[in-house]
Structures are given as C-alpha cells and as structure tokens.
C-alpha cells in the first residue's frame, strides 16, 4: 500500500497556453454541435441517427477539457463560502449515475449527517467528479464499486470526503506520476482530471490524498476545513 499527498506546481505554462487556445477552439465546436444535432434531428439515415448521439457526447467531452483549462488558468477565479456537502456530492454522484451505468458500475453514497466546509462550491463539485470519474474508469468488471463519504475529523475542525473504489489501483510508479499534466494510463484520457482536482482543492486550503493498492483499489482523500456554523 503507498501513500501520497500531491501537490507540484508545475503548471503555469500549461495554464497560459490553455488561455490562449481554449477560446479559439471552442468556436467551431459549437459550430460542429449546432450542425450535427440538426442533421440528427432531419435524418433518415440509420447510422447517422446512431451514431450522433456519441458524436455529440465527444464534443461536449472536448469542450469539458477546454473548460478545466481555463478553470487552471483562472485560479484566483474563487468564491469561497460555506458549502453543504451533502448537496455537492449528492448532486456530483447523480451526475455521473448514467456514465455508472454505463460503464457497468455502482455508486454507493453513505453520508449521514450534515457537514459544511469552506469552499469554493463550483470548484469542489468539480474536483468531485473528477476523481468519481477515475474511481468508475478504475473498474472494471460487474462487480465495481465507487462509494462515497465523508466525517468530520475528531475536533471537528475539518471534513473528509473518501471516494473509494475497488478498481485496479495504481502501482508505486503511477502514484508517483498521478497529477503531472498529460499523465494518463487510459487510451482516451487526458491526463489533466488529477492536475486540475490538485490544483483545485490546494487553492482551496485543502488537501489531497491517494491511498492505492494495485488489484486491490483506491481511496482518495480529500481533507478540507470545517466552516464555522458547520459545528454543531
Ligand atoms: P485521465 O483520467 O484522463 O487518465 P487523470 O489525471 O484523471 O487523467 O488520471 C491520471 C491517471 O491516474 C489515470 O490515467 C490512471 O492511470 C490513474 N488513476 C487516477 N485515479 C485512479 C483510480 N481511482 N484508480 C486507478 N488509477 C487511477
Ligand atoms: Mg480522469
């Protein structure tokens, strides 16, 4: 079992080129969206009926990665206030529900009880699906699981947030790798949902851990301050 908080800040570069490229290219994509969702709906033909569905899904897909690049490159882009967690992982669970689904795996929420944290709620959801989406590409056979939870910690000063999978875990040398930009071990991924969800949580005053077993699974950690009116 290995053990890591992530935090590198190697991404400055990468977050001034994404500012200047993204906006450029989500204008054709909103063009090519526009075109095939009227050619699905007007069709007769079989395949394209078919297939625009997925076409459509790749796009939006391409425009969510635009979307995280400009979320790094505007990281004072923060609005901190008191969140209530169950809204924010209830609502980041049922989101991913039908990418679950597809994908064969069941997503288990154990939330008892009411905690606020500090943060920034856009952002947090964020990092939330993120690391969710992982746990679901992480498994997979008919028996995977991402559960979710969270507690406060004995002084109740701060609130974990655990998203467990039981997926094919990382070994000592992905761990090690996991949050580099571009680091991805998926014939489709981007290797840009760790670096994001990092950098997200650490402007957040939070932290971050991954606690992985090869074969075994995953349990990422997120560990953030407990608002004020959160004690009770
Ligand atoms: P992507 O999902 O596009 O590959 P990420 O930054 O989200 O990019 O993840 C980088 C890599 O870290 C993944 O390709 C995978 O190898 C590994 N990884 C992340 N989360 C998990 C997990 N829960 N279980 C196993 N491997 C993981
Ligand atoms: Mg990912």
């Known amino acids: 079992q290995f053990n890591e908080t992530v935090y590198s800040d190697k991404l400055s570069t990468v977050s001034q080129m994404a500012a200047s490229i ?19 709906k007007d069709t007769m033909d079989d395949k394209l009926k078919q297939y625009a569905p997925l076409i459509l899904q790749e796009l939006d897909r391409t425009n969510m990665i635009i979307t995280n690049y400009l979320r790094l490159s505007k990281p004072n882009d923060f609005k901190m206030k008191e969140i209530n967690l169950n809204k924010i992982l209830v609502d980041s669970i049922d989101l991913l529900k039908p990418y679950g689904t597809y994908q064969n795996v069941s997503l288990f929420y154990n939330g008892s009880g009411t905690h606020y944290v500090l943060g920034d709620e856009d952002h947090l959801k964020q990092s939330i699906i993120n690391v969710i989406k992982n746990g679901i590409e992480a ?29 094919k875990g990382m070994t000592r040398d992905e761990l090690s790798k996991l949050g580099l930009p571009y680091f991805t071990t998926k014939s489709k991924g981007t290797g840009l949902g760790s670096m994001i969800t990092n950098r997200l949580i650490f402007e957040m005053d939070g932290s971050i851990e991954y606690v992985s077993t090869p074969n075994k699974g995953t349990i990422v950690r997120i560990t953030l301050a407990s608002s004020v009116l959160g004690i009770h």
């Open 22 to 40: 993204a906006h450029e290219i989500r204008n054709p994509i909103t063009t090519v969206r526009g075109f095939i969702q009227f050619l699905e």
């Open 139 to 167: 498994v997979s056979d008919g028996s995977g699981y991402v559960k979710v939870s969270k507690r406060s910690t004995e002084d109740k000063r701060k609130v974990i947030i655990e998203i467990e999978d039981n997926g």
